[in-house]
């Protein structure tokens, strides 16, 4: 039998205590375009999706566990220099870890990395349709190159 191959993330879904508060969190940090949201039978939001091209990131009412402590997942961006002073504004806890990891206020840690110096790509298309004309670093160009993904 053959096994599927992994190809991708679609999205990723973070659990917080409020989604109005999630929003008003990753908007102090990010820029995005809210992809679509979805309502509780009260009305108030369950679910809100961060659009990011072919991909999304799912806010989702319900958080109840401890911080992360080792568990996180990597975001990617156009530019970080700025995201460190963005997040403490925010009420995130930068951690101490030689890279830029954070803790959102519900405990999701987060590291956040350039476009640039990453072999992850998206499709020009994709980052047409976002508006986005980025590059790699040479080290970036090297590792994709080695991949064969040139």
Same mark, same amino acid.
Do not use: C
């Given at each position: 039998?053959?096994?599927?191959?992994?190809?991708?993330?679609?999205? @990723?879904?973070?659990? @917080?205590?409020?989604?109005?508060?999630?929003?008003?969190?990753? #908007?102090?940090?990010?820029?995005?375009?809210?992809?679509?949201?979805?309502?509780?039978?009260?009305?108030?939001?369950?679910?809100?999706?961060?659009?990011?091209?072919?991909?999304?990131?799912?806010?989702?009412?319900?958080?109840?566990?401890?911080?992360?402590?080792?568990?996180?997942?990597? %975001?990617?961006?156009?530019?970080?220099?700025?995201?460190?002073?963005?997040?403490?504004?925010?009420?995130? &806890?930068?951690?101490?870890?030689?890279?830029?990891?954070? %803790?959102?206020?519900?405990? #999701?840690? &987060?590291?956040?990395?350039?476009?640039?110096? %990453?072999?992850?790509?998206?499709?020009?298309?994709?980052?047409?349709?976002?508006?986005? #004309?980025?590059?790699?670093?040479?080290?970036?160009?090297?590792? &994709?190159?080695?991949?064969?993904?040139?």
């Amino acid at each position: 039998m053959r096994k599927p191959q992994l190809v991708g993330l679609n999205h @990723v879904a973070l659990e @917080v205590g409020s989604v109005e508060d999630a929003l008003k969190f990753y #908007n102090a940090v990010f820029a995005f375009e809210l992809r679509g949201t979805h309502q509780a039978n009260d009305g108030s939001l369950e679910m809100a999706f961060l659009d990011m091209g072919d991909q999304f990131l799912a806010l989702s009412r319900g958080r109840h566990q401890a911080p992360d402590q080792n568990r996180h997942f990597g %975001l990617v961006v156009d530019d970080r220099s700025a995201v460190r002073e963005l997040t403490t504004a925010a009420g995130a &806890i930068v951690l101490d870890t030689g890279f830029l990891d954070f %803790l959102d206020p519900w405990g #999701n840690r &987060i590291e956040v990395v350039e476009y640039a110096d %990453l072999q992850f790509t998206k499709a020009p298309g994709v980052l047409r349709s976002m508006g986005l #004309n980025l590059s790699k670093t040479a080290a970036a160009e090297e590792e &994709i190159s080695k991949k064969g993904m040139a």
